[in-house]
């Protein structure tokens, strides 16, 4: 092998292993450093003309900072204030809720279930991490997590505590599971002591929690 | 089994998070795919990595509903994938540089 008589003399080492060819750990792509695969797949993406670039920045950009929870927020706050608007999210909540101006992916097939004295909903995803990003943005980690995704289903009420929320013993729980075919927002209780509040500080009291259903909205001026 | 981190503000723990997210709409908004069956997918490597990070599986069922459609094949990927390690090589630093690098002194 002229020239090759020393395996270890590359002008740089990464330390007792040596700097291994790119080429030897290639051989698969599942192989390859998750970073990379996927830089790799932009790259090739774009130069097909398949995705801009610039197009990716600007969704990320979207969904980290102009979309969520205080859409939805601002959805449960007309609902309190308007019981016309309430009916109307309760029979079509996608239509209702775009009249508000959120749509877009992930925000189609949208039903609201409201949370009464007697029966508490919350939502969970047990397939995946299905979520109505218009009215709530992103998931949160623990709503894409196994843990939540299975234990909520068999025991919700240790899960609600886990939130911090502790319902009497009376009161029904229902689990609602959103698919790509019907995403699921809690429409929560509406606190006691907020008669006569604007929509606006109606809609600081409703927390994504309170959304999914995990606890419930805020009180005024006080502890959730 | 805890929850994890209820707290966590961010939705993505890595720029890669982002960009493979963002690839995955993206391609959806322009019509290429249903979204159901991006989600079919995600949801079977979910199921078959139970511990895995979340994006690990997203970033393998775009992956594989890509390669499905015939849009990227593995060779190519591979190669492309050897070009960003060796782009990435170039601009290593090797050694821990203690100063600045550049100095530009201030008005007296």
């Known amino acids: 092998m002229p020239g090759h008589h020393h395996p270890h003399d590359h002008d740089h080492d990464h330390g007792p292993d040596g700097d291994i060819s790119a080429e ?21 993406l774009a130069r097909k003309g398949l995705i801009d670039p610039q197009a990716l920045d600007a969704v990320v950009d979207y969904y980290e900072h102009k979309v969520g929870p205080r859409n939805g927020a601002r959805v449960v706050a007309r609902a309190w204030a308007d019981p016309a608007y309430k ?6 909540a996608t239509a209702a809720i775009a009249e508000l101006g959120f749509s877009g992916a992930q925000g189609e097939h949208m039903v609201v279930i ?23 943005g992103l998931p949160p980690v623990w709503y894409k ?8 289903v068999r025991d919700p009420r240790s899960v609600l505590e886990e939130f911090g929320t502790f319902l009497p013993e009376t009161t029904e729980i229902r689990v609602w599971d ?11 209780r509406r606190p006691p002591g907020t008669e006569g509040l604007s929509e606006d500080a109606l809609a600081a009291l409703v927390t994504r929690d309170s959304m999914i259903g995990v606890s419930e909205a805020l009180t005024p001026g006080g502890a959730a | 089994m805890a929850l ?3 707290d966590a503000p961010e939705a993505f723990a890595a720029p890669w998070e982002a960009q493979i997210f963002a690839m995955v709409v993206e391609l959806h908004k322009s019509g290429m795919f249903e979204w159901r069956d991006f989600a079919d997918r995600l ?15 997203w970033a393998r069922a775009a992956l594989d509903l890509l390669m499905e459609m015939g849009l990227v094949d593995e060779a190519e990927l591979l190669a492309q994938s050897l070009a960003v390690i060796r782009y990435r090589a170039q601009d290593h630093h090797h050694v821990a540089r203690t100063t600045p690098i550049t ?3 201030g008005r007296r």
């Open chain 1, 178 to 188: 959103s698919n790509s075919e019907i995403r699921y927002m809690i429409l929560p």
């Open chain 1, 114 to 136: 409201e949370n009464t004295d007697s029966v508490h909903n919350l939502v969970v995803c047990t397939l995946c991490s299905c979520y109505p990003w218009p009215v709530l």
């Open chain 1, 24 to 44: 030897e750990m290639l051989t698969s792509i599942d192989a390859v450093d998750i970073g990379v695969r996927v830089k790799a797949l932009e790259e090739l």
């Open chain 2, 43 to 57: 949801s079977r490597e979910i199921h078959a990595h139970p511990d895995e990070a979340y994006y690990h599986c």
């Open chain 1, 87 to 92: 009916q109307r999210l309760l029979t079509d």
């Open chain 1, 145 to 152: 997590s196994m843990p939540y995704r299975s234990r909520v």
């Open chain 2, 103 to 105: 100095v530009v002194s």
């Open chain 2, 4 to 6: 994890p981190e209820l």
